[in-house]
T-cell receptor, first 119, second 113 residues
Framework: DAGVIQSPRHEVTEMGQEVTLRCKPI?????LFWYRQTMMRGLELLIY????????DSGMPEDRFSAKMPNASFSTLKIQPSEPRDSAVYFC?????????????????FGNGTRLTVT | AQKVTQAQTEISVVEKEDVTLDCVYE???????LFWYKQPPSGELVFLIR??????QNEISGRYSWNFQKSTSSFNFTITASQVVDSAVYFC??????????FGSGTQLTVLP
């Protein structure tokens, strides 16, 4: 399997510009997560989807952030307008959960991340 | 609310030494899952192990071993005979009824040659 694919790997943009991060989960996985990693706050969950439906977006910092999952194989995280404090590494992850027991809460498989720098 | 505490911010050892990374967690869920991830300098997050709350049996995988103790809410990770390639940030994480992973702040392990 190709794993979780994120693009771009690096993004440098100026304050005020729109930024779109992309993610392709592992085929067949029904959960998709967006995490952000910074030195100050560590790894924090922004939002997650189950079967393309947003389940918990309480971690989205503010209205400038939005995420979509139009189908099972694609998700985007958009920041508009971007600010310097949005600079971070953004990770996408996916997992497959079926029922309970051994298949429940299965590990998240992470992409390589997108390093965003807003100047 | 869930919480994962990794009190050791940085650990430095000399190659071939054993090292234990501590993890303490808090949750109100009766069924939950604990994880360890490794983040090498290249930046990706690599899954190492998952344990569920009803299986306290310790696990060994090569030089890696994990000690899960519900009584102390701890899930510690030991690397035996450490190697330079083990240098990385190690994260402990927890998930329960809420599906998402809550991560600890990570422990930076440096193994010196």
């Amino acid at each position: 399997d190709a794993g979780v694919i994120q693009s771009p790997r690096h993004e440098v943009t100026e304050m005020g510009q729109e930024v779109t991060l992309r993610c392709k989960p592992i085929s067949g996985h029904d959960y998709l997560f967006w995490y952000r990693q910074t030195m100050m706050r560590g790894l924090e969950l922004l939002i997650y989807f189950n079967n393309n439906v947003p389940i918990d977006d309480s971690g989205m910092p503010e209205d400038r952030f939005s995420a979509k999952m139009p189908n099972a194989s694609f998700s985007t995280l958009k920041i508009q307008p971007s600010e310097p404090r949005d600079s971070a590494v953004y990770f996408c992850a996916s997992s497959l959960d079926v029922g309970t027991g051994l298949r429940a809460n299965s590990p998240l498989h992470f992409g390589n991340g997108t390093r965003l720098t807003v100047t | 609310a869930q919480k994962v505490t990794q009190a050791q911010t940085e650990i430095s050892v000399v190659e071939k030494e054993d090292v234990t990374l501590d993890c303490v967690y808090e949750t109100r869920d009766t069924t939950y899952y604990l994880f360890w991830y490794k983040q090498p300098p290249s930046g990706e997050l690599v899954f190492l192990i998952r344990r569920n709350s009803f299986d306290e049996q310790n696990e060994i995988s090569g030089r890696y071993s994990w000690n899960f103790q519900k009584s102390t809410s701890s899930f510690n990770f030991t690397i035996t005979a450490s190697q330079v390639v083990d240098s990385a940030v190690y994260f402990c994480a927890l998930s329960g009824s809420a599906r998402q992973l809550t991560f600890g702040s990570g422990t930076q392990l440096t193994v010196l040659p």
